[in-house]
């Protein structure tokens, strides 16, 4: 409750923030939690990843731009088993997504001339996949472009000494591919924004 | 002032980002076990219930490449024993029936044995290289601020390893009825177990590692059950 009052109160007392702005730019640390067909390959969140936000103002409550990211996932799961058809093999495997989104966004602001602006957004583009399963000496890669999707919401909080801050939750979802399943899953990023 | 703030918490928060992004592949330690595979494949027509005896050759026919000699190495036979041993302990487990007298009453299957090991050599080689940028550079109100990434240098970097390969292979004999000419007929598999890994040199190690892998090809095929 005193968090959401805190809140409140600099959304009241605020003064122009990102009102003048033209353009921002966000750098997150990204923690990414697997979900679906994700989740079943590698089940441990990731906590590598780091995604470039560039956003121009079309007018003061939307921006169009872009974003560049990259997320790591890493599984290692002993003496697994796995089967295909008649051929069975066991060994401990080392399951890796190196997942890099490159998205089109276009975002829309609430609280016009706030200090804390809550926003929601949809992100439209491409997640480049590779995809790694290693076992014993060998490993399999699978490499390839997914059409992806991201809706995102997120807030920008201006703090002491104009250093903003971007908080953001996007669930990225990119198609299935020839070898590679449907790639989901929910980004927690926080970082800093500037604006110009 | 509040630019050099900006520039101060954006190093640190690149600094932090930096250090979970160290590498596309990251990886724990790894133990020799980690290492090994156990593959099965079986003949899908194969009704093994309709086997009953099996006998197991009591010697591992070591295999060596014949194309480039260098890559051959010598394989010890002090984990014969346990090997022969591991092999029969299972089908026995399986319910198949030793036969004693092969020569006179013929198995329905051979389980015969093999080994190989190959010396594998890489070579990484790398090229001097500077990144011949500096960043993120900042004008103070009175000073440049740079960072200058180190020069690294060339060199190469050599190493060895070797794989040993454990190979079972499952004949069935049954389908000959007994009398084979070994020059007219064939002879079909109809289960390969293979047990791949490095070669290490503790003795312990290799035991527990043998235990583990030949009775794991078993236990992955459970279709050889004819009990």
Request: with cysteine; charged share 15%; proline share 4%.
């Amino acid at each position: 409750m005193k968090k959401i009052l805190i809140i409140a109160l600099f959304g009241l007392f605020s003064s122009t923030l990102f009102g003048q702005a033209e353009s921002m730019w966000a750098l997150t640390y990204n923690m990414s939690f697997p979900m679906g067909a994700t989740k079943d390959y590698i089940s441990k969140a990731s906590f590598r990843g780091i995604a470039l936000d560039g956003r121009w103002f079309v007018d003061n409550n939307v921006t169009l731009g872009g974003s560049l990211g990259w997320n790591v996932f890493y599984e290692k799961e002993d003496k697994a088993t796995i089967s295909k058809e008649n051929l069975t093999l066991n060994g401990t495997q080392w399951k890796y997504i190196n997942a890099v989104p490159m998205y089109f966004n276009a975002a829309y602001y609430l609280n016009e001339g706030s200090y804390v602006r809550p926003y929601f957004a949809a992100n439209i583009g491409t997640i480049y996949t590779a995809r790694r399963t290693e076992m014993g000496l060998y490993a399999l890669t699978d490499k390839e472009w997914k059409f992806a999707v991201a809706p995102e919401i997120g807030v920008t909080i201006q703090t002491y000494n104009s250093i903003n801050v971007m908080f953001n939750l996007r669930y990225n979802y990119g198609l299935e591919t020839q070898y590679i399943d449907p790639l989901s899953y929910l980004g927690v990023n926080v970082g800093i924004l500037w604006t110009y | 002032m509040e630019k050099k703030i900006q520039l101060t918490v954006t190093l640190v928060f690149m600094a932090f980002t930096g250090m979970f992004l160290a590498s596309c592949y990251p990886s724990d330690s790894v133990s020799y076990s980690d290492l090994d595979v156990v593959a099965t494949i079986y003949d899908e027509s194969t009704d093994f219930k309709t086997f009953k005896t099996y006998v197991v050759p009591d010697t591992i026919v070591h295999l060596i490449d014949t194309v480039d000699d260098e890559n051959n190495v010598d394989i010890s036979r002090a984990y014969d024993d346990q090997i022969l041993g591991l092999v029969n302990q299972n089908m026995v487990n399986y319910g198949y029936v030793n036969e004693p007298n092969p020569a006179e009453n013929h198995p329905d299957v051979v389980v015969t044995i093999s080994a190989m090991a190959t010396k594998n050599t890489q070579v990484w080689t790398w090229y001097p290289y500077y990144w011949g940028w500096y960043w993120p550079y900042y004008k103070g109100t009175d000073y440049w601020w740079g960072y200058y990434p180190p020069y690294w240098g060339g060199g190469t970097y050599v190493t060895t390893y070797t794989t040993g390969t454990i190979i079972m292979n499952m004949l069935n004999l049954e389908e000959h009825g007994g009398t084979i000419t070994p020059e007219v007929d064939t002879i079909n598999a109809v289960w390969i177990g293979t047990v791949n890994g490095l070669i290490g040199s503790s003795t312990s190690t290799n035991i527990s590692r043998i235990d583990y892998t030949i009775n794991q090809a078993f236990e992955q095929s459970q279709y050889l059950d004819i009990k």
